[in-house]
């Protein structure tokens, strides 16, 4: 568990560059097939002056003064921005301004922890500011789905890698100097077992809860593309797959023909990936192909899958052992890449969809068994019981409109049709579990690492403190 903010080093770069640039970016499909259909991603924020409605001259306005030094309104709502677009949200005007303020609070506190770094002489090395740098960039490839995605976005800026590393090697040094004047003046010390045990007892509000769960059962219905146009689609891959079969190389093919951007580049690799983490189809698929064996073109949202598997291996823990999984045999992940070819429903598709799913809705709240309507109508090929019922999901883990159409239900209810990108979900309130402390018998293990972490960050919010008492602060409104 993790009760300190993980350091902003990594979140500092391309901040307002690849971040924003992706998130910007017209849709192309998911980077890879969904692992979990049923849970949409949230809508992308709007643009910042929208969030809070500042904007034009507002934006070159000065925020706050922190001794001699200004912050200004724009750095604020870079910040904010970034924030809720990490966080997939847009929330009500209110929060929004609550949060400019905490963030504002926080910059603050930065540059009053920057400023003490510098006056005891603790500074960054020039080979650990690179290290970071090359940690962050690589981090980035990985979330945009490679280097040639990665590249594309430094492009959309007109900027090149070493640029980029140029204009925020001066933040990511003042980060780095923060952090290693924290761990200076409060170094991370040895909490006993029995100490842990006791200050988790007297301070259970400064842990997190374990977060609410609902049981639920799903009716999905999807966009079904014309027959037509699913037909050409069949007959595309059925033209590339013989391409195959004949001999042409699969990495030739993939970049020539798949409609998968995240990596049609590299070859149609997926990577390793074990269960519940691809689209079940796909991942169903895998695991049953042998290595190096060529699948049948494979239907799924997205369209036709050509799909190969490589190779297998164990999932290994840190020590480098075999992870069992839960009949105690050794957990088996795959290597597989693939072609798609894309059958995407049109506007007329998902508009039939909706339709269908508000009929299905009505016929569900007046009692029709949900099981009955599973059956006729559900096209959900996640893991599911005949009935629809997906198990007990943590609240925590839904994306904000789904969990907004599912919290005031009682047990027995039926929500609204609630869109997502694969559909209309329809679903069933069967039980609940109400948000509760930890136990310390699920805890126990992490408790001395937890409780060191959370003393730590009580030392250092005090020494903050201290800081603010001595400084001069003025906010000024914009």
């Known amino acids: 568990m993790k009760f300190v903010r993980r350091a902003a080093a990594l ?27 049923a849970t949409p991603p949230a809508a992308a924020p709007a643009a910042t002056p929208a969030a809070g409605e500042a904007g034009g001259d507002a934006l070159d306005a000065v925020a706050a003064m922190v001794n001699d030094e200004a912050i200004l309104a724009s750095d604020v709502e870079e910040q904010l921005y970034l924030f809720l677009q990490r966080a997939g949200a847009q929330p009500p005007r209110s929060e929004v301004d609550s949060l400019r303020r905490r963030i504002l609070d926080a910059m603050i506190d930065d540059r009053l922890v920057q400023a003490e770094a510098k006056r005891q002489g603790v500074s960054a090395t020039d080979a650990e500011i690179a290290q970071n740098l090359d940690a962050a960039i690589e981090e980035q490839k990985q979330r945009l789905g490679g280097d040639a995605q990665f590249q594309e976005a430094l492009q959309r800026e007109g900027l090149t890698e070493a640029q980029l590393r140029d204009k925020f090697r001066g933040d990511l040094t003042k980060q780095l100097s923060m952090d290693k004047l924290r761990r200076k003046m409060f170094p991370r010390r040895t909490v006993p077992q029995t100490e842990a045990e ?10 997190p809860r374990v977060p609410g769960e609902v049981r639920l059962s799903v009716i999905q219905i999807p966009p079904q593309p014309e027959s037509t146009a699913v037909a050409a689609g069949l007959a595309k891959a059925q033209a590339i797959r013989k391409r195959l079969v004949a001999g042409e190389r699969f ?24 269960p519940g983490r691809m689209e079940p189809t796909i991942e169903a698929a895998a695991f049953a192909l042998k290595n190096n064996e060529l699948s049948q073109p494979i239907r799924t949202l997205y369209g036709w899958h050509i799909l190969q598997t490589l190779e297998r291996d164990t999932l290994k823990t840190v ?79 839904l994306q ?68 603010r008492t001595k400084a001069q602060i003025e906010y000024r409104t914009y």
Do not use: C
């Open 11 to 37: 979140a500092v770069l391309l901040a307002s560059v690849i971040l924003t640039a992706h998130a910007a970016a017209p849709a192309k499909g998911p980077a890879k097939p969904a692992a979990r259909p």
């Open 198 to 207: 006791a200050y988790f007892a007297a301070n259970k509000d400064k842990f």
């Open 251 to 274: 990495a030739k093919v993939a970049a020539e023909a798949s409609e998968d951007p995240s990596s049609a580049n590299s070859g149609g690799d997926l990577g390793f990936f074990g």
């Open 319 to 397: 020590a480098r052992r075999d992870s069992v999984g839960p009949d105690g045999k050794p957990a088996v992940e795959v290597h597989a890449r693939h072609i798609l070819v894309r059958v995407t429903p049109t506007p007329a598709d998902a508009e039939r969809a909706r339709t269908t799913a508000l009929r299905v809705r009505e016929e569900a709240a007046k009692g029709t068994n949900f099981a009955t309507l599973v059956r006729r109508y559900s096209k959900y090929d996640g893991p599911t019981s005949e009935d629809g019922d997906v198990g007990f999901v943590s609240l925590a883990s």
């Open 400 to 467: 904000p409109q789904i969990r907004a159409g599912i919290d005031s239900l009682e047990i027995g209810q039926v929500s609204e049709a609630l869109p997502n990108q694969s559909g209309f979900n329809i679903f069933k309130v069967t039980d609940r579990h109400p948000e509760r402390d930890y136990t310390i018998e699920e805890i126990r293990a992490d408790l001395p690492e937890a409780v060191a972490q959370a003393q730590s960050a009580e030392k250092y919010a005090a020494f903050v403190k201290s800081l």
